[in-house]
């Protein structure tokens, strides 16, 4: 990786991490104080939450499209002053209404200011160089819980929630604005552009018709996993307990899935990043099935296997959701393609934690059999895509 990609990765990748970790991952720590504070039930803040993921998946193909055309700099900023201004919302917040539009403007600063904005931001930069950097910034975003939900716990029972809000929300325009600033230290892909020159595919993006169908096979592959990502984050200490580990035991063995995706991504960046990313992709998506199956079969003795497997394959699935669109299609028009293509996993991820739990309240731990499915249909999706066919798109469109 060059002086300047590594630079471009450890600012965005330490942006990445205080936006995911005082925003995606705010409610686990803050959603039960805010809801006795404020008379509601921790279903309503969760309900709003999910809101936000739904703004975020509406949003994302316009933020792609301008950062197709104008570059990640002033979109990531920007972001930093929308994250800003929700959570001083939330933090204000003495009643619904304004509980459900804070969670709506931190949506919209979702989808300007996490991975799919960053991952856009680096493939207007770098183009087709970008694996190597994507790979950076979601090993330091794979921090953001390990580092931000100790901060939160402390904050809130010091503090109490409101301020934990008011904190974070001037951490982003302390910390998170001046870094997003500094991503681009020259002028991105798409700014560079010849006197007189028109707009070209870059900026309208529009897939062609013989994208279709690999479009469709990868926006269904990361619908899958975000769904088993989300409803795995929301209730796998309950699915330990299901399977008769110790209570103790479930809690602590939940924790170690954020270490092993960041130990995932290691392997990624380390062995893996040496073979095409569909390679990557296809063992991370039977990673989930394997371990389901072997908890399944086995019980408590399988958690902290199940613990290993699932939490180094969504860590990986993490990075394809970067690198598998700029293997496929190429680095024209990326933003725009990679806002359509998350569409469909931002309404499964907000769905997942209601459904799963209803699935788990009526089958206990068999809901995994629906989950172990989900991941092997993603994997049969992954089987379809080639290889070959991708190289070959990307080259054209790269030229």
Not at 33 to 55: E, N, R
Not at 294 to 306: D, N, S, V
Request: proline share 6%; with cysteine; net charge positive.
């Amino acid at each position: 990786m060059r002086t300047s990609q590594t630079r471009t990765v450890l600012t965005l990748g330490s942006a990445q991490t205080l936006a995911w970790g005082s925003t995606y991952y705010l409610p686990a720590i803050l959603a039960q104080p805010m809801a006795q504070d404020l008379g509601v039930s921790t279903g309503t803040i969760f309900g709003a939450f999910s809101a936000s993921l739904v703004v975020a998946a509406l949003l994302g193909p316009s933020v792609g499209r301008w950062i197709d055309s104008h570059g990640g700099r002033g979109i990531l900023s920007a972001s930093s002053l929308v994250f800003a201004t929700g959570l001083f919302l939330l933090g204000s917040a003495e009643g619904q209404i304004i509980l459900w539009i804070a969670w709506l403007v931190i949506g919209a600063g979702m989808a300007m200011g996490l991975y799919e904005a960053a991952f856009s931001a680096l493939a207007a930069l770098f183009r087709s160089n970008a694996r190597s950097a994507i790979t950076g910034i979601t090993l330091l975003g794979g921090l953001a819980s390990t580092i931000c939900w100790p901060i939160t716990a402390y904050m809130e029972a010091e503090l109490g929630w409101r301020m934990a809000c008011f904190i974070w929300a001037a951490a982003h325009l302390l910390i998170g604005l001046p870094l997003n600033r500094l991503l681009l230290g020259k002028p991105g892909v798409a700014e560079r552009k010849t006197p007189g020159e028109t707009p070209g595919p870059a900026h309208d993006a529009t897939p062609p018709s013989s994208s279709l169908l690999p479009m469709i096979l990868l926006a269904f592959v990361f619908a899958a996993t975000w769904f088993i990502s989300t409803a795995m984050a929301a209730h796998l200490p309950r699915l330990l307990l299901e399977a008769e580990a110790a209570p103790a035991a479930a809690i602590a063995i939940a924790s170690l899935v954020g270490p092993f995706q960041v130990l995932g991504r290691l392997l990624e960046f380390s062995l893996l990043r040496r073979f095409h990313p569909l390679l990557s992709a296809r063992l991370a998506a039977l990673a989930h099935p394997f371990a389901a199956l072997a908890l399944l079969m086995f019980g408590a003795p399988a958690a902290l296997l199940f613990a290993i497997l699932h939490g180094a394959g969504n860590g990986i699935l993490t990075i394809a959701k970067g690198t598998l669109p700029l293997a496929l299609f190429g680095p024209v028009g990326y933003g725009y393609r990679q806002g359509l293509l998350m569409v469909p996993a931002r309404f499964a991820q907000a769905a997942a934690p209601f459904s799963f739990a209803l699935l788990i309240e009526h089958v206990g731990i068999s809901a995994l059999l629906a989950s172990m499915m989900i991941g092997l249909a993603g994997f049969t999706a992954l089987l379809v895509l080639s290889p070959a066919e991708s190289i070959k798109r990307a080259e054209q469109e790269g030229d």
